[in-house]
Every structure is written in structure tokens, then in C-alpha cells.
């Protein structure tokens, strides 16, 4: 899968497999056989038989249509607040000097605060889900956090070995404005680049709630039961 490198890639390619939401594959030598066989007779087996890969499917896809719909819209949601917030920052009006010629940092501090907590619902809320393009677009998203550690660091938001960011109060409360603004603020700031990923994001999984997904975001539920056999099947 070479769409998905990077060194946070290992953290979204787990999720996903871990997260398929097909628990019958079986395990042990006894369970599968030779990859030709699996393939050929298109049989999974188990402690207690269930048959084909396509009964599975047939059995299985109106219950796993509905966790993947629910997974794949919560994705949805968390991305376009994170969209709202980064997009808010970048935007620039939460830099502006009020009257007295001085910023409101509480308004600042709020914003900062608001992304961050919509960030890390996001990284979350990809653990949970099967879709191919919201899943690269994650992978490509800590990829820019992480280009922009320093700068974040600096004022204040650093990144924890889960991929989620964590705000120090009193450094953002300290930071010059102007090194704030220079990370959030403008088009080709820090927040601008992850408002147009997390845009990406919240359509590309709103759009797959289906549970089968279409050439823009990835593999139908039944081709996910396939890759699930071929990768826990011992062979």
C-alpha cells in the first residue's frame, strides 16, 4: 500500500486492521490451509462452521453496514469541527487588536484549545474506520503535524506518541502573539493545511456511509472480508 508511508503510517494501517469489524476469521493451523486453497474455495473456517466468505457477507452486512456507517460519521463530524476550528485560526480575526490596542488572549488561548481537542477526536475517530482515502488523508495529516512540531512546540502544542496533540497552558499563555500567529494564521499556515486535510476527510467518509464504498474512498465491506481471511489466515 504504497498510497500510506510515512513513520505515523504504522499507527493508521494497525487501525485499520485491527478495526475491519470481521471477528470470524479463524487462527491455527487448522484454520485456513494454502492461500490457493482459501482462494479457490472461498471458504473460512473455524471453531464452528459458518461456511463461505460470501455467507459471511450475506449474513453479516446488514449489522456491519450499521457500525460502519456510525464509525464512518462520527469520522464525518469530528473532521469538519476540526476543519471549523483550524479554518477559524487561519482566517486570522482571532489576531486582530481590539481597541485598546492589545489582542485578546483568552480568545486566542479558546481557539487553540478548540482545534486541538478537534484534532485528537479526529486521530480518534480514525482508529475506527475502513475508508481507504480518509485514512491516507489522516496518515497525511500527522505527516504535516509533524513537519510543524518545532513551530507547535514552540508555542505551546507538542505531540504524543499516539499521534493526539497536547496543549501547555502557561507556554501559549506566554508566547509572543506574533510566533502564534505566525503558525495559525494565514494560507500556508499550520492551520490552513490541516483545515483543507480535515475538509478532505469529512467528505471522503461522509460520503462512503453506505458500508460500500465506491473508487473515492476505497473497498466494499465484501472485499474487506477478503483482505481480512488473506491477512489472519495462517498459510
Do not use: C, H, P, W
Not at 494501517?13 to 471477528?23: D, R, T, V, W
Not at 450499521?66 to 476550528?85: G, I, P, R, Y
Not at 486582530?96 to 482545534?115: C, F, H, L, P, W
Not at 453506505?210 to 481471511?229: C, D, E, Q, R
Amino acid at each position: 500500500m504504497s498510497y500510506i508511508s510515512g513513520t505515523s503510517s504504522a499507527y493508521f494501517i494497525n487501525a485499520y486492521l485491527k478495526n475491519s469489524g470481521y471477528s470470524f476469521v479463524g487462527s491455527g493451523s487448522k484454520a485456513g490451509g494454502t492461500l490457493t486453497n482459501m482462494l479457490k474455495n472461498s471458504e473460512i473456517k473455524q471453531t464452528s462452521s459458518i461456511g463461505s466468505i460470501k455467507d459471511i457477507y450475506e449474513n453479516s452486512n446488514k449489522t456491519s453496514s450499521s457500525l460502519v456507517n456510525a464509525d464512518e460519521a462520527t469520522l464525518s463530524k469530528n473532521a469538519a469541527a476540526l476543519q471549523k476550528s483550524t479554518a477559524a485560526l487561519a482566517s486570522g480575526s482571532m489576531f486582530e487588536k481590539n481597541s485598546e490596542g492589545g489582542y485578546d488572549r483568552e480568545k486566542i488561548a479558546e481557539g487553540v484549545n478548540t482545534m486541538v481537542s478537534d484534532y485528537n477526536k479526529t486521530i480518534k475517530a480514525f482508529q475506527n474506520s475502513e475508508n481507504i482515502a480518509a485514512l491516507s488523508k489522516g496518515v497525511s495529516m500527522t505527516q504535516t503535524t509533524s513537519a510543524f512540531s518545532g513551530a507547535l512546540r514552540r508555542i505551546g502544542v507538542s505531540i504524543n506518541s499516539d499521534n493526539t496533540l497536547s496543549v501547555d497552558s502557561k507556554k501559549l499563555d506566554s508566547a509572543a502573539v506574533s510566533d502564534i500567529k505566525s503558525v495559525l494564521s494565514g494560507n500556508y499556515s499550520y492551520s490552513a493545511k490541516i483545515s483543507e486535510k480535515a475538509k478532505f476527510v469529512s467528505e471522503a467518509a461522509g460520503s462512503q456511509l453506505s458500508g460500500i464504498y465506491n473508487s473515492k474512498g476505497g473497498v466494499s465491506t465484501y472485499s474487506n472480508a477478503i483482505l481480512a481471511a488473506m491477512l489472519s489466515l495462517q498459510v
